[in-house]
Every structure is written in structure tokens, then in C-alpha cells.
């Protein structure tokens, strides 16, 4: 079977009515950036940065995949797939997707201060004095601003191993994750789905600049599926 990778961002959400959460001004729910997505401002305010996230898990129990997941997931019938998403919500595996890999962390997951490895599944709020089993206070399992990308290194090894890539919703210009297009084989055929495209200069690309629901209807014709 050939090997289809699907990187997806924010837009691939946005129609399931999950918030990007980024206002026009960069301020993230009024705040900036830094206060509610960096070590520092976990350090320095670790309830409001709680509340943040809290805020973030209960919106995605009040929303469900929408059809471009789902098309995603049925993708499986004819091919081997791959997500590689940088969004944090669970909505590809509760559309079906078996094989997901989360760049930027998962909101249904909490991981130790004390531990990096110490990650466990957990779907409430998480509150000041909730500890993992050796007294360190638990955070969300998200990469902030200034972290790693721990998944980084498979994905690059996923993105290489592409017979096609499937490029949805997302501007290319969050980085590392806009790098992967470039650790592609260089006759792999890519579509990118985007109502506002990023300016691309490959030939391999096949640029559909319609909404993640539009545009994997139309991807799902050229595929003849």
C-alpha cells in the first residue's frame, strides 16, 4: 500500500468549532503568547496558565470531528496513513485515525514537572496541588514556546519514508513543523488544502486553496476514491 502522510494545523480544526485561540494581534484569549505558553509563564503564574488549558480541554468535549477527519481516517481502506498533526485536540482518533503522531502535545494528556517522561491521560482540569506519584505538580502535556519538539526526529523519519503528503490547514510558517515538507522524497507528490495557501514554489506541489472540507472532497476525486 502507499504510504500517505497528512500534516495538519489549526485549520483542519477550525471547522469542527475548536478555536485557534491566536487573535489578529497575536494575543492568545487576551494574553500574550509567553504568559500562557512558556515555561517562564508557567513559572510565573502556573494557575492562570492551568485555567488556560482547563479552558481549552473542556471546549473540545462540546465538539465533534468534522467530515474532512472523517475522510482522513476512511483514507486507511486504500492506504497506509500517517497524521502528523501540530494541533492538540483528539479529533482524529475519535474520527477513526489510528496512526496519529501530535508535534505540539495533546490536551487529553498531563505529564509530571519533575518527570518529562511521567505522561499519563487525563481528560478533567488539572489544579494546583494535583501531583504525580512523586509529589510534582502536574502540567498539560503541550510544548510550549522555547521546548523541544520531541517528536520532531519521527516525524522527520515518517515525512521521508512519504509516498504522498497531504498538507491541510496550516500557513507553513510555524517551525519546526513547516520544515517537514523539505525531508520528502523529491518526486513525492504533495497536495496542500488551505483556503489562504502559503506562496509555495515546488512543482510537486498541488495546491487546493479551499477549506479542509472542501478540499479533501475534491482531493478524494483526484485520488479516484
Partial sequence: MKHIVVLTGAGMSAESGVKTFRDHDGLWEGH?????????????????VLEFYNQRRRQLKEVEP??????IAALEQNYKVT?????VDNLHE???SSD???????LTKVRSTGNPTGIKTWTEDINLGDTCEKGYQLRPHIVWFGEDVPMMEIAIKICYAA?????IGTSMQVYPAASL???VQPDTCI????????VVRNSNINVIAKPATEGMRELLKILKL
Avoid at 83 to 87: F, K
Fill in 100 to 106: 496519529v503522531v501530535h508535534l505540539h502535545g495533546e
Fill in 32 to 48: 500574550d503568547v509567553m504568559q500562557v505558553a512558556s515555561p517562564e509563564g508557567f513559572r510565573q503564574n502556573p494557575e492562570l
Fill in 191 to 198: 497536495y496542500y488544502i488551505d483556503p489562504k495557501p502559503a
Fill in 163 to 167: 509516498d504522498i503528503l497531504l498538507i
Fill in 66 to 71: 468534522n467530515q474532512a477527519h472523517k475522510d
Fill in 181 to 183: 515538507i523539505h525531508y
Fill in 94 to 96: 475519535r474520527a477513526g
Fill in 83 to 87: 497524521v502528523v498533526t501540530q494541533n
